[in-house]
C-alpha cells in the first residue's frame, strides 16, 4: 500500500479530532499550551492505537463492539455537545471545567478514534503491516488537532459564547453523523 493512500486515511481519520478540536478551543476561548499539548497528544495517541487494536484483535473484538460502539461514540459527543451548549448559554464566570482532563479527555479521545478501530481491522484483513500506516494516522490526527484548536481560538475571540455553542452543535452533529453511518449500513 503506498503512502499516498494512508496519508489520505489518516487525514479522513482526523477529520473528527479536528472538528472536535476546534469545538474545545471555541469552549476555551484561549487555549493553553497544556491544553493544546493534552489534546493533541491524546488525540493522535489513541488514532495510533486504535488501528494497532483493530488489527490485532480481527474480528473478535470487531464483533463485540460491531452493534455498540457507535452508540457510545454518540453518546459521548452529544453528552459533551449538550454541555457546551448549556455552558455557551451561561456567562464566563459559570462555565466550569477543562475538557482537556481527566475522563472526558479520554471520552473524546475514544470517540474521535472509533473509526480508526476500522481501519486497522480492515489493514488486518489484507495483512498490511500495521504499525508504519498507525505512526502515520497518530501524527496526522496530532497535526490536525492542532489546526483545529488554533482556528477555533480565532473564531472564538471573534464570536465568543456564539462560538462555544456552534462548538457544542458541531460535537451533537458528529455524534449523529457516527450513529447514522451505522444505522445505514
Known sequence: MNYTYIILVAFALALDAFAVSLAAAAY????????KFRLSFHFGLFQFFMPVL??????????????????????ILAIIGIKMC??????????????????TLISLSFATSIDALAVGFSFGVIDMNIW??????????????LLGLKLGEILSLKFGSY?????????????????LEYLAI
Request: hydrophobic fraction near 50%; glycine fraction near 12%.
Open 28 to 35: 476555551f476561548g484561549k487555549v493553553t499550551k497544556r491544553q
Open 132 to 145: 508504519i500506516p498507525s505512526i502515520i494516522i497518530g501524527l496526522v490526527a496530532s497535526i490536525m488537532s
Open 163 to 179: 462560538m462555544i455553542f456552534i462548538g457544542g452543535c458541531i460535537l451533537i452533529l458528529i455524534g449523529l453523523n457516527i450513529l
Open 54 to 75: 483493530g488489527w490485532l484483535f480481527g474480528s473478535q473484538l470487531e464483533h463485540y463492539l460491531r452493534d455498540i460502539a457507535h452508540w457510545i461514540a454518540f453518546a
Open 86 to 103: 448549556i455552558d455557551a448559554i451561561k456567562n464566563d464566570e459559570q462555565r466550569k471545567g477543562d475538557i482537556s482532563r481527566g475522563w
